[in-house]
C-alpha cells in the first residue's frame, strides 16, 4: 500500500525527515511514535501526496504522488491534526459538501452522509452546528468526513490529541470497526497506549530517523524489561537516591520525579528497595510500555 526508500524532506536547512524506509501492508494498522518534531506529521504530508519529497522514492498504492497527486487523493482519507470542520454549516452538510468535492452524485453522498453519521454515533447530531459539539464529536465528524470517498487507506495525525479518556475510546472503537472492514490505517501519535491498541506495526522516529520498528510487543521484548519499579522521593532527592539501588538492576532511568528500575520481576526488586530502609513516597510496579521503549533508544520521553 505504502513503499518508501531514503525518503527526506527538508524546510531550508532543516531537515525533518532524515532518509527513512517504510512498508505499509494491505489491511493493517501501522503508526508513527514520537515526539513533537521527530518528523512524523511531515512524512504523513507526503504519503498524503500534498507536500512532495525531498528526496528518496515513495509510492502510494503503486503510484507516484508528485506525478499521480489527484488520483492518490482520491483514494485515501486523511485526518488532520486539528479539526478544519466548516463552522458554518451543520454536521452533515460538512460531509456533503466534502462528498461532492470528490465528483460524487449528490444521491450518493446523500446515503454515504447517513451511513457515516451512524458509524460515528452522530445521526442524532445531524442537523446541528459544528459549534454545538464536544471535542470528541467534532473528532468523529472529521474522521467520518476522512471516509467519505471510501478511502483504501485511511491517515490519521494524533487522531485523539485533547480528547478525555472516554472520547478517545470511542474513537478507538470506531477504527477498530475500520481495520476489520479491511480499510488500511496509518497514524501518528506520541500516546503510548494509543500505539499499543491500535497498531500491529509501528516505527519509533526521533529527530527525523526511524530508531526502532516491528509490533508493539516485539519492540517491548527488544528493548525493555518485563515489568518495570517506579519510585518517587521527595523534590530533589532522585539523584542522591539513584547509587543506592542501581546494583538491584542491570538498567536503571533517573528522571526528574521518579526513578524506573527495569526488571523482569519487580515485587522483588521493590521488597530488596525497603529491606534497604528505602522509604519512597510512592512505589508502583507496571508493565513494560512503548514509552519505556522510546526511553531507551532516545534518553527522552515520549512528551519530552
Known amino acids: 500500500m505504502i513503499a518508501a526508500t531514503g525518503l527526506r524532506k527538508s524546510f531550508g536547512e532543516v531537515e525533518a525527515v532524515r532518509g527513512i524506509d517504510v512498508e ?7 503508526g508513527f511514535l514520537g515526539p513533537n518534531g521527530a518528523g512524523k506529521s511531515s512524512t504523513m504530508r507526503m504519503v498524503a501526496a500534498v507536500s512532495p519529497p525531498s528526496a528518496g522514492t515513495l509510492r502510494i498504492l503503486g503510484l507516484d ?3 499521480d497527486g489527484p488520483a492518490v487523493r482520491a483514494r485515501i482519507g486523511v485526518c488532520p491534526q486539528e479539526d478544519t470542520l466548516d463552522t458554518e454549516l451543520t454536521v452533515s452538510e460538512n460531509l456533503y459538501v466534502y462528498g461532492r468535492y470528490f465528483g460524487l452524485p449528490r444521491a450518493v453522498v446523500r446515503e454515504r452522509v447517513a451511513e457515516l453519521l451512524e458509524f460515528v454515533q452522530l445521526t442524532d447530531k445531524a442537523k446541528a ?9 467534532k473528532r468523529r465528524l472529521t474522521i467520518a468526513r476522512s471516509l467519505v470517498n471510501r478511502p483504501e487507506i485511511l491517515m490519521l495525525d494524533e487522531p485523539t490529541t485533547g480528547l478525555d479518556p472516554q472520547a478517545r475510546h470511542v474513537v478507538w472503537d470506531r477504527l477498530f470497526r ?3 472492514q479491511g ?3 496509518v497514524l501518528t501519535t506520541h500516546y503510548m497506549d494509543e500505539a499499543e491498541q491500535l497498531t500491529d506495526r509501528l516505527v519509533v522516529m526521533d529527530k527525523g530517523l526511524i530508531v526502532a520498528q516491528g509490533s508493539p510487543a516485539e519492540l517491548i ?20 537516591v539513584a547509587p543506592r539501588v542501581d546494583d538491584l538492576v542491570d538498567r536503571i532511568e533517573v528522571l526528574p520525579d521518579r526513578i524506573l528500575l527495569y526488571a523482569d520481576h519487580g515485587e522483588e526488586v521493590l521488597a530488596r528497595v525497603h529491606e534497604r530502609g528505602l522509604a519512597p513516597v510512592a512505589a508502583l510496579v507496571r508493565r513494560s510500555t512503548l514509552e519505556d521503549v522510546f526511553l531507551r533508544l532516545t534518553g527522552r520521553t515520549l512528551v519530552d
Open 24 to 30: 505499509v501492508r494491505p489491511g493493517e494498522a501501522f
Open 183 to 185: 480499510v488500511t490505517i
Open 65 to 67: 504522488p508528485v506525478l
Open 129 to 137: 452546528m459544528v459549534d454545538d459539539l464536544s471535542g470528541g464529536m
Open 178 to 180: 475500520l481495520k476489520e
Open 221 to 240: 521484548r527488544e528493548h525493555a524489561t518485563r515489568e518495570v519499579v517506579e519510585l518517587r522521593f521527595g523534590v530533589g532527592r532522585h539523584d542522591e
